[in-house]
C-alpha cells in the first residue's frame, strides 16, 4: 500500500524560511512526476511547483524564484524549499505523486495529508 507523507510545516514570519519534505513509500511503484500545491483560505488547492522524472521544473508565478522543489530519487523523497515567505503563502501545503503501479500496469495519483504552513507579518 503507497503512503505519502508529508513534513516540515509551521508558524514562521514573513521573510522566513521553510523546507517541506515529503516521503513516498510502498512496493512495486516507479515515481514520475511530483509535485506542491497550495490551499490557502477560501481559496481553490493550486499547483505552485512541479519536478518531472527527468528534473525539469516548473512554478506557478507567485512563487517563481522564492520557492525550489528538488527531488531525491534514491529516498523516495520530494522537498520545497521556501524563501522569503510572505502572509499569502499561509495554508496547507499537499504533496501529490504520480507513480507507475506494475501490479496495475497504470500511473495513479497519490496524495498527501498535508503540512500547514503560517506566515505572520
Known amino acids: 500500500q503507497v503512503q505519502v507523507v508529508e513534513s516540515g510545516g509551521g508558524l514562521v514570519q514573513a521573510g522566513g524560511s521553510l523546507r517541506l519534505s515529503c516521503v513516498t513509500s510502498g512496493n512495486n511503484f516507479r515515481i514520475t512526476d511530483m509535485s506542491w500545491y497550495h490551499h490557502g483560505p477560501d481559496q481553490d488547492r493550486n499547483e505552485i511547483a512541479r519536478?518531472?522524472?527527468?528534473?525539469?521544473?516548473i512554478y506557478e508565478g507567485s512563487v517563481e524564484g522564492r520557492f525550489t522543489i528538488s527531488r531525491d530519487d534514491a529516498k523516495n523523497a520530494v522537498y520545497l524549499q521556501m524563501n522569503s515567505l510572505k502572509p499569502e503563502d499561509t495554508g496547507t501545503y499537499y504533496c501529490?505523486?504520480?507513480?507507475?503501479?506494475?501490479?496495475?500496469?497504470?500511473?495513479?495519483?497519490?496524495w498527501g495529508q498535508g503540512t500547514q504552513v503560517t506566515v505572520s507579518s
Open positions: 501529490k505523486v504520480r507513480l507507475w503501479e506494475s501490479d496495475a500496469g497504470k500511473y495513479n495519483d497519490y
Open positions: 519536478i518531472r522524472l527527468r528534473g525539469e521544473t
